[in-house]
């Protein structure tokens, strides 16, 4: 046996323990609280400017949530953002090569990268939440 199938044969196992490593539970980040006295248009502003920054495609807006998805090169994701005027609620709910898998113990698995969009998603969107609260970015666009 040749000297580099010898080394492949050596590596493969620990290629194949760091790619397993790359999924994560998946675990719905917690709701985002919306600051008091901010109307459903401007919360409805703040999640919708946190997905657009991220590169997120709304594909379906109602009076209480927006569905979303991230297309990539080889991946897709698809979340539903709910919201009233006291919380905000992100949730999976399809995606396509990102590892996602239920255990036989019922663990919701996904690839790591998801679960760090998330959190980026919901810092973006509580950031948001913030300056349209403070008057920092204005609540409804400006007439054309």
């Known amino acids: 046996m040749s000297r580099s199938r010898l080394l492949l044969l050596l590596l493969l196992p620990l290629l ?7 999924q994560v539970p998946l ?8 600051p008091s006295g901010m109307s459903a248009v401007q919360v409805s502003k703040a999640v919708k400017g946190a997905l657009l920054g991220r590169g997120w495609t709304v594909t379906a807006e109602q009076a209480d949530g927006i569905d979303s998805t991230l297309v990539g090169n080889d991946y897709t994701a698809k979340i539903h ?7 905000i609620k992100i949730s999976y709910v399809d995606s396509t090569n990102l590892k996602y898998e239920v255990k036989k113990n019922g663990q919701r698995m996904i ?7 998330m ?24 007439a054309a």
């Open 16 to 22: 194949l323990l760091t790619m397993a490593f790359r």
């Open 27 to 34: 675990v719905d980040v917690p709701p985002i609280n919306v």
């Open 81 to 87: 953002v709910a919201f009233d005027t006291t919380q």
């Open 111 to 117: 690839h790591t990268n998801y679960m760090g969009w």
């Open 119 to 142: 959190q980026y998603l919901s810092q973006d969107i509580s950031r948001n939440l913030q300056l349209i609260s403070a008057g920092g970015l204005p609540s409804v666009a400006p």
